[in-house]
């Protein structure tokens, strides 16, 4: 490390620890139906509510004193979307320590073209997403919420629950809940527009909000319409040098390093699944044929083309692999457009009327590399699109070959590895339109009697939303076609007939054309970049998939007060819940990796609730809940969720709080119903690891499950750092189990300040699992290293020992994993008044939230003991995201009148490449085995003068770089939603009033 890197280093650490230090992101102790006036980070405890103010908090539907929430909560401002350039929702939830970034603007493979929330890192299918306390729109058949959908222009604040939440809102809330609550009673006109770009000059952002309202009927009702536009310019990974070739882990002079590499689908084409070792010895004219064409010693890595398609050499790892990285966006380009509406009107003294409408049009582009091809072909081995020494080669494997029933026919197999670049890229656009409609009766019933029953409430609600998909794909390759084309004979023009033999006398031995010819079949020519116009027309196409995903959700309940004991009055919320959730899949058909196959599937649930919390002497409560949810799933039937704790005020400078949650979560339409697929995944063959080579189980596994004896350890066994997997439904699933503990205390030594600190152990039981390709591979080779188990049976090759399609790692759905984990949160606020330092009306306030991860266990065999991962503190193929033990964020607000000034920190903590936590590796055998602690720091600035707003920042103000990891890289070498890929970033915007 340099000096001057170190200075930074040390002058970074040094402004990181006075912030958190001083400072700590945003607990929240209890919050108003209509928190106006509040901070940018936090409403500062003494300021969100008086002791004796009754309150709801998310988590609860019973009204309660402020300060005595047994649930700890954290906050997010409207202020905050602004001050951190987050026109939508996932920028600025992903930097919350008690998140890990699920889908993003920078997820280009094997995306959905979404944004979503983890939550602690369970999963996003195991958090629920609420608008105003009430389920949202979820955007397919995994019931995950799309955050695009979410106007943040109209939220009023965002609170978050870190635990499970089953009793008070049903299946989904195992891991949290994140709460948007939006702006109403709106009045005026509020119009706001943002630009931002980074230091380079690209990847612009930009983004019209228009909010329009008014009261009416002698202030008995409120209208609200909203409008947005939203732009995001794509920028490609070659942008920045950091990410313009893919990377991936070798040895240079004996030395780890990293190096240029990428896929062995290459444009000219690579050719494998030669004879090795003592096969190729008994077949010596295959040798010779190899011999004179330069390729003594071949590996099973196989031979490569140049670019006339006429010359052959072998193929190198990594210098001959291609790297895809330019081909792929490293931001993706997205257009939204939000329209919605929001609208209350009192009925009566009694009765409230409202209805909420939201219509959401978003569209996302990914772009990836030219199709690869691979996989075991049939070739004539009399082409004339092969050389004469290449036919040779050909000739010699046919004459040689095994079975006595293809042998001399003219035909023989060789494994593939073809980039069809001649047909351009990948082109996928996701068009995505979502709209809800909620409407419902709320107000007071008023009390029974003086003692019982009284401050009654209620709330009724119907909504429904609906989701519909649309993914036009450009560039696909046509699988059957492919295979049509490479297959040919010579036909003779004056009879008719063909043959895999040139017919003697007639001139080039005949017409070469497909041998089975229909539809118009083109013979390709795919040694080279040879490919015609025509036969690239015959097997390119473009395809168009479209999915249907509806909910419906009927609630009613009631709140209040059962009586009032000496210590205060007994709250309780009872109600009743029905939901009925459906979504279908109609996929596009024939392309590569396509299924062609309708899925889906519905279900409902009824459910009754109840909650209870009782003051049993001064500053002492106990609370519990209970759900009882009957399903229409066999597999499921009647289950219960339920929960219990306790909060003490001691003093007025401490408060302690306890809950225990039992909540279950039902599988989704997609785990029960989807139909089986391919996908592409990064993983591990270890058949194709150096050390499988060596006599012992791994190395007789993989010759039992299909890899050449002589091919065992190669790198050809693995030529792409992806694997194909098979993945799908079980309509067999059950429900997930999950126990939440909570632990922890609220303490205000002294007046504008507060300080929480929280423990949290979180155990997901019977978790539905569709297993990494990784983990299958893992429990196969180094677990149960049994030909026979469910796990390597999991596993099909090619006949060169390859996983490819046909073919792949199998990887369903299933409710055979666990998950633990526990860590404490640490909050911090302060504020003070400053006017005498700086005139006017002023103060500075800072507030901070750390997180430190204790454990993270990963189980994905319950039943087989040892077969924990322990992700805590690592990142990589088994463990996916990093996991730091250590996370945080803190802000540092300075307010003079109108002008505000803020400094925002985010740390991330050292994680380790899980390969050596997992004990497969060593750090000396890796060029980067750690992920080093990353500090980033963003500058915002926003003035107030009469009706407008005027605001701007920096994003990365110190233009911080990602570490550059190799294989077990998420994408664009690292992990880029939770590590910043593009550098400083630059916004501004106003805001006008009317």
């Not at 040892?866 to 250590?886: F, Q, R, S």
Request: aromatic letters at 10%; proline letters at 5%; glycine letters at 10%.
């Amino acid at each position: 490390m340099t000096n001057v890197k170190k200075l930074r280093t040390h002058l970074l650490a040094g402004i990181a620890s006075t912030l958190f230090v001083a400072g700590a992101a945003t607990p929240v102790f209890a919050q108003e139906d209509s928190a106006e006036g509040e901070d940018a980070v936090s409403t500062a405890p003494e300021e969100a509510a008086a002791q004796d103010e009754v309150i709801v908090v998310t988590g609860s539907r019973i009204v309660s004193k402020a300060l005595t929430a047994p649930n700890p909560v954290s906050q997010i401002s409207s202020e905050e979307f602004a001050l951190t350039s987050s026109a939508t929702a996932e920028n600025l939830l992903n930097t919350l320590p008690q998140v890990v970034p699920g889908e993003s603007g920078f997820t280009n493979n094997e995306s959905s073209g979404v944004a979503t929330v983890n939550l602690r890192g369970l999963g996003e299918q195991r958090n629920l997403i609420l608008v105003n306390g009430r389920r949202y729109i979820f955007f397919d058949a995994r019931q995950v919420t799309d955050l695009n959908t979410i106007p943040t222009a109209l939220v009023d604040r965002v609170e978050l629950i870190t635990g499970g939440s089953s009793a008070v809102y049903g299946s989904d809330a195992v891991s949290g809940v994140v709460n948007f609550i939006l702006k109403d009673d709106f009045e005026g006109v509020e119009a706001t527009a943002q630009y931002d770009i980074t230091a380079q000059g690209d990847a612009a952002k930009a983004n019209l909000d228009l909010i329009v309202g008014g009261n009416f009927a002698e202030d008995r009702g409120n209208a609200t319409l909203y409008l947005n536009y939203f732009k995001r310019d794509g920028t490609f990974a070659d942008a920045r040098a950091r990410s313009q070739c893919f990377l991936e882990d070798t040895t240079v002079n004996g030395q780890p390093a990293l190096a240029c590499g990428g896929s062995a689908g290459i444009p000219n084409g690579r050719f494998a699944g030669l004879p090795l070792g003592a096969e190729l010895a008994a077949r010596p004219q295959v040798q010779a044929a190899l011999d004179a064409l330069g390729l003594s010693g071949l590996d099973a890595n196989g031979f490569k083309y140049d670019a006339t398609g006429t010359q052959v050499s072998p193929f190198v790892v990594p210098g001959d692999r291609y790297n895809f990285n330019p081909d792929n966006y490293l931001q993706l380009p997205q257009e939204r457009r939000i329209i919605g509406g929001m609208v209350n009107y009192e009925i009566s003294d009694g009765a409230e009327l409202y209805v909420e409408g939201v219509y959401t049009n978003n569209i996302v582009r990914t772009q990836r590399a030219a199709t690869p091809i691979g996989g075991s072909y049939r070739f004539q081995v009399n082409s004339p699109f092969l050389s004469s020494g290449v036919q040779d080669l050909l000739r010699a494997l046919d004459e040689t070959e095994a079975d006595a029933a293809t042998r001399n026919d003219g035909f023989t197999n060789l494994s593939i590895g073809r980039r069809i670049s001649e047909g351009g890229t990948r082109d996928v656009t996701f068009e995505r339109d979502a709209w809800r409609v909620v409407t419902g009766v709320r107000g007071d019933l008023g009390s029974v009697s003086d003692n019982f029953l009284t401050d009654l409430k209620y709330d009724g609600y119907y909504s429904f939303a609906r989701t519909s998909n649309s993914t036009q794909s450009e560039g696909n390759i046509l699988a059957a076609a492919f295979t049509q084309g490479v297959t040919t004979v010579f036909r003779d023009p004056a009879s008719g007939a063909t043959s895999p033999f040139p017919f003697a006398g007639v001139p080039g031995g005949g017409e070469l054309v497909c041998e089975n010819e229909s539809n118009g079949c083109v013979p390709l020519n795919i040694f080279g970049p040879n490919i015609s116009q025509e036969g690239l027309d015959f097997i390119t196409t473009r395809s168009t998939s479209s999915e249907e995903a509806e909910m419906q959700v009927a609630t009613g309940y009631i709140s209040g007060n059962l009586t009032t004991l000496p210590a205060g009055p007994v709250g309780f919320a009872a109600g009743v819940e029905w939901r009925d959730v459906s979504a279908f899949f109609i996929p596009s058909q024939g392309g590569i990796g396509d299924v062609g196959e309708i899925s889906g599937g519905d279900y409902n649930v009824k459910e009754v609730f109840g909650e209870v919390r009782v003051p049993v002497f001064e500053g002492f409560e106990l609370n519990g809940a209970f759900r009882y949810s009957d399903y229409s799933l066999p597999n499921v039937n009647g289950v219960w969720t339920y929960g219990g704790g306790a909060t003490w005020q001691i003093f007025p400078a401490l408060m302690i709080r306890g809950q225990y949650q039992r909540a279950v979560r039902a599988p989704s339409v997609d785990e029960l119903y989807r139909s089986q697929s391919t996908i592409s995944e990064a993983a591990t063959d270890p058949c194709a690891l150096a050390s499988a080579a060596a006599p012992g189980p791994i190395r007789d596994l993989c010759i039992a499950t299909g890899v050449p004896s002589a091919a065992v350890g190669n790198s050809g066994i693995q030529p792409n750092f992806q694997l194909t997997g098979i993945v799908g439904g079980n309509p067999d699933l059950e429900e997930e189990t999950t126990d939440t503990y909570t632990l922890g205390a609220v303490v205000r030594p002294m007046d504008r300040m507060a300080i929480t600190v929280d423990y949290y152990n979180i155990d997901i039981k019977d978790a539905i699992f569709r297993a990494p390709l990784n983990v299958v591979l893992d429990l196969c080779y180094n677990e149960f290293q049994d030909i026979n188990s469910f796990y390597c049976q999991s596993v099909a090759r090619l006949p060169d020992g390859t996983i490819g399609s046909p073919g792949g790692v199998s990887a369903l759905f299933a409710n055979i994993g666990s998950i633990q984990t526990d860590g404490i949160d640490v909050g911090f606020s302060y504020s003070m008044d400053v006017s005498s330092i700086f005139g006017g009306d002023s103060s500075l306030s800072l507030a901070s939230s750390v997180n430190w991860l204790n454990k993270f266990d990963r189980n994905p065999v319950v039943d087989v003991e040892g077969l924990v991962n322990h992700c805590a503190g690592a990142y990589g193929l088994t463990c996916g995201e990093p996991l730091p033990e250590w996370k945080g964020t803190a802000r540092a607000n300075l307010m003079i009148d109108g002008f505000t000034a803020s400094l925002r920190y985010r740390y991330v903590g050292k994680v380790t490449d899980d390969r050596v936590t997992r004990e497969l590796l060593s750090a000396a055998d890796l060029a980067v085995p750690t992920i080093d602690p990353e500090h980033y720091f963003d500058l915002s600035l926003s003035w107030d003068v009469e009706r407008f707003t005027f605001f701007g920042g920096v994003i990365n103000l110190t233009n911080n770089k990602q570490t550059l990891i190799g294989s077990s890289q998420e994408q664009l070498n690292t992990f880029p939603s939770t590590y910043d890929p593009l550098g400083t970033r630059f916004f501004a915007g106003a805001t006008v009033r009317f």
